[in-house]
């Protein structure tokens, strides 16, 4: 039952002291439950943080009340109200509690921070343990002292193993810990408050509530208080290695960005700006220079250090022949070389930028005091150089991959604008048949051929090869058959027939000056342009460096080359052009094949690198003169893969059969 006093004169209130203790029982378990099953307080590695929030929260507030209850406590003149007086210790008692459980759980985020599966359990266990002990109060359970005394020490050695488990410590750096090591004082000055306070209050005579939860709440409080004074201990005696443990987490972060710069696919110069400034960072280097030779536009950077001091560092060591090894020198006063060099700084690393097939520079450092670097700082910068030498060589092959798939797409395009450049459908007529093959050695090739009908029963036929592959080719391809069609227009001021369109001799001519604003001055194009008058039954033609034409005369029998000479189109770029080529004119009978080609037909080479050649082609002619234009085509080919097979196109494959038919219309139709 509740006793309350007014004036000094005790009052009985009708209260059971059961139901107190039941209030009081009830408030602390829900508080510590309530706290448990909250979000973890730690966020990540916020240590300081956590330890702040929790002191400058419950901590304070608890403790602001305790101690204005104190102070009124030891200053007044008059006795306080008992009921007054126990309403406070009641709210002083709930706040303690409220501390107490923000304490336990914070404690418990930093016990099971990466703690194995087994610290887990025990906690558990141990929370189990301590909540227990709130029922020997609310039960009354009369205990002997000695085995009272054994529980409840039992208990506070659990909670002593427990407090042993400190490893977020190693996380911290200097000013971090000096930061937790007056956090942790404080939050053990807020505890020692509360403990004065109770130990005062218990026995005044103006508190007439029962006795809390003595048992709970002193366990509770005895492992709050020893693992801040265990986590402040360790805090302290890990201080005198702090700049080992900073400068391993700097070595680690350093190695981090270094990787994400891989990531972010930065540009090399940006990558080797972040070695430098994580050497200098993590080896507390006075200067340092970064050379880098085989760079396009970026050939390092210095760091406190003029260009030419760095340049006589390395001019030194050059001719000592140590650049491509690794280079410690504490002592540079000492040595010299170094002595001429006035240098300002006594202590020198050098490590060369190297990876398994290439040297790309080299990194020196620079410190003034003598002995300045140790043996393991090679060890951490070998890391670093190796780590930036694989970001570099990463980079490289993706900035190659990606080139070489845009130029992929080029030749895809190449490629596309080529074969729009080859005509889809064969002239066909009365007079003779055409069959045509064209295979490219690679996506895009430099062979070429087209056809325009001319008025009066006339036929341009043009075949070219240029030189070079690809795009370019492509290029000079599309640039031919524009020529080709804007040459061949008809002539409305020509005074007779023949002046209405160019001779083949005139149009190479006209044509090579056009080319001489196009072409490159190492390009050049073979051409040969036919122009068959079928009305008449004569051709004529011109060969601007092109192959020889293969015809077979089906009254003589037999087949030749027209051997006529012609340079090639770019070769001579001025009007002297005209005088080497030629125009040969022929009349054509009944059944004459005429077989027109590129190089890459007759250079095709065996497995003996032997080629296919003028006479083999000569030989397959004369063997098939009789068949159709088709057929005459497809032994030439089926020859000519027979006699390369297994070996790869080298060169650009054109073929043309024309074959005047045996039966000729006897009048223009």
């Not at 004065?196 to 005895?222: C, G, K, N, S």
Request: with cysteine.
């Amino acid at each position: 039952m509740m006793l309350m006093r007014t004036g000094g004169i005790p009052l009985q209130l009708s209260i059971p002291n059961w139901a107190l203790l039941l209030t009081q029982g009830i408030f602390a378990g829900a508080v510590f439950v309530y706290r448990r099953y909250q979000p973890d307080p730690l966020r990540g590695t916020d240590f300081v943080g956590l330890l702040r929030r929790l002191l400058l929260g419950p901590g304070l507030l608890a403790t602001i009340c305790v101690g204005l209850h104190l102070v009124q406590r030891l200053t007044a003149s008059q006795p306080s109200n008992p009921a007054f007086f126990t309403v406070v210790y009641g709210l002083n008692l709930g706040l303690f509690i409220v501390f107490l459980a923000y304490t336990c759980y914070a404690w418990r985020a930093l016990v099971l921070f990466r703690a194995p599966q087994l610290v887990h359990k025990q906690w558990l266990w141990f929370e189990l343990i301590l909540g227990a002990t709130l029922l020997l109060r609310l039960l009354n359970i009369a205990m002997p002292p000695m085995l009272a005394g054994i529980i409840l020490g039992g208990v506070a050695a659990f909670g002593v193993y427990l407090s042993t488990h400190q490893r977020w410590v190693a996380y911290l750096n200097r000013r971090q810990k000096f930061v937790v090591i007056m956090l942790q004082l404080a939050l053990l000055l807020s505890l020692g408050i509360f403990c004065v306070y109770f130990l005062r209050i218990q026995f005044d005579p103006l508190l007439v509530a029962p006795e809390p939860q003595h048992a709970f709440l002193m366990l509770t409080v005895f492992f709050a208080a020893f693992y801040a004074l265990m986590g402040m201990l360790v805090t302290l005696f890990n201080l005198p290695t702090a700049g080992v443990f900073e400068q391993k987490r700097e070595e680690m972060l350093n190695m981090q960005r270094l990787t994400q710069e891989i990531q972010r696919g930065q540009t090399e110069a940006e990558i080797y700006q972040t070695l430098l400034d994580a050497a200098v960072q993590t080896l507390d280097a006075d200067a340092a220079w970064l050379r880098v030779d085989n760079s396009p536009g970026y050939l390092g950077q210095l760091h406190n250090i003029e260009a030419e001091q760095a340049e006589a560092v390395g001019a030194l060591l050059d001719s000592y022949s140590i650049t491509e090894i690794d280079y410690l020198n504490n002592d540079l006063g000492s040595s010299t070389g170094f002595q001429q060099l006035n240098l300002s700084f006594n202590s020198l690393l050098m490590m060369p930028l190297r990876s398994q097939k290439h040297l790309y520079g080299a990194l020196f450092l620079f410190r003034e005091p003598r002995q300045g670097f140790e043996r393991e700082n090679l060890s951490v910068l070998q890391t670093f150089v190796s780590q930036t030498m694989l970001s570099v060589e990463n980079l490289q092959l993706t900035q190659a991959a990606i080139q070489n798939e845009r130029y992929k797409e080029e030749l895809k395009l190449a490629s596309s604008v080529q074969d729009s450049l080859i005509p889809k459908t064969l002239p066909t007529d009365n007079w003779f048949e055409i069959s045509s093959h064209a295979q490219a050695a690679r996506e895009v090739g430099g062979d070429f051929y087209d056809f325009l009908h001319l008025p009066g029963r006339r036929l341009a036929i043009l075949i070219g090869d240029v030189s070079g592959k690809g795009v370019t080719a492509a290029f000079h391809m599309a640039q031919m058959k524009g020529i080709f069609h804007a040459l061949m227009q008809e002539n409305p001021l020509a005074k007779d027939d023949k002046d209405r369109f160019p001779l083949p001799s005139k149009f190479m001519a006209m044509a090579n000056r056009a080319l001489v604003h196009c072409l490159e001055a190492s390009s050049f194009i073979t051409a040969s342009l036919y122009i068959v008058d079928y009305e008449n039954g004569g051709f004529v033609f011109a060969r601007a460096g092109h192959c020889h034409t293969l015809y077979y005369h089906s009254l003589k029998e037999e087949v030749s080359y027209f051997r006529s000479t012609g340079l090639g189109l770019g070769i001579i770029r001025t009007d002297g052009y005209e005088k080497h080529i030629k125009n040969q004119f022929y009349d054509y009978n009944p059944g004459d094949v005429m077989v027109i080609y590129t190089d890459g037909i007759v250079e095709a080479r065996d497995g003996n690198k032997d080629e296919y050649g003028e006479e083999r082609l000569l030989a397959m002619l004369e063997k098939t003169y009789y068949l159709e234009a088709d057929q005459i085509k497809q032994a030439i080919l089926d020859d000519l893969n027979e006699f390369s097979y297994g070996q790869p196109i080298h060169d650009d494959q054109t073929l043309l059969v024309i074959k005047f038919k045996t039966s000729q219309p006897t009048s223009p139709a």
